[in-house]
Nanobody, 125 residues
Framework: VQLQASGGGLVQAGASLRLSCVSSGSTFRGYNVGWFRQSPGKEREFVANLKWNGGTTIYADSLKGRFTISRDITKNTVYLQMNSLKPDDTAVYHC???????????????????WGQGTLVTVSS
């Protein structure tokens, strides 16, 4: 599984962005796909996860209601819709995939064996 994240950019506070994560070379079938973000000087932070088979989702508590993870099966793509963006949302956003994950560890970066290169989201005040 080779992942490529895209859709980042510079936006003003209150705006929306949709990030995409595409898998090349293999379908996401059987994988859990997660989004993480990392700001300078901070640890990588869990954002959301989607179980490809069935579409079950889980979110970081602090982001529920503003961020939505979804999938397009026909395009083998996972999206992260981000609304009401704040300057604190500024980070490099990474998508990751795991073929076998313990649900209690879903927010732990080391639980994922495949990572994309990240896409930068900058939110200005």
């Amino acid at each position: 599984v080779q992942l490529q994240a895209s859709g980042g950019g510079l936006v003003q506070a209150g705006a929306s962005l949709r990030l995409s994560c595409v898998s090349s070379g293999s379908t996401f079938r059987g994988y859990n796909v997660g989004w993480f973000r990392q700001s300078p000087g901070k640890e990588r932070e869990f954002v959301a996860n989607l179980k490809w088979n069935g579409g079950t989702t889980i979110y970081a508590d602090s982001l529920k209601g503003r961020f939505t993870i979804s999938r397009d099966i026909t395009k083998n793509t996972v999206y992260l819709q981000m609304n009401s963006l704040k300057p604190d949302d500024t980070a490099v956003y990474h998508c990751a995939a795991s073929s076998s994950i313990i649900w209690s560890q879903i927010g732990v970066p080391s639980s994922y064996e495949h990572w994309g290169q990240g896409t930068l989201v900058t939110v200005s005040s």
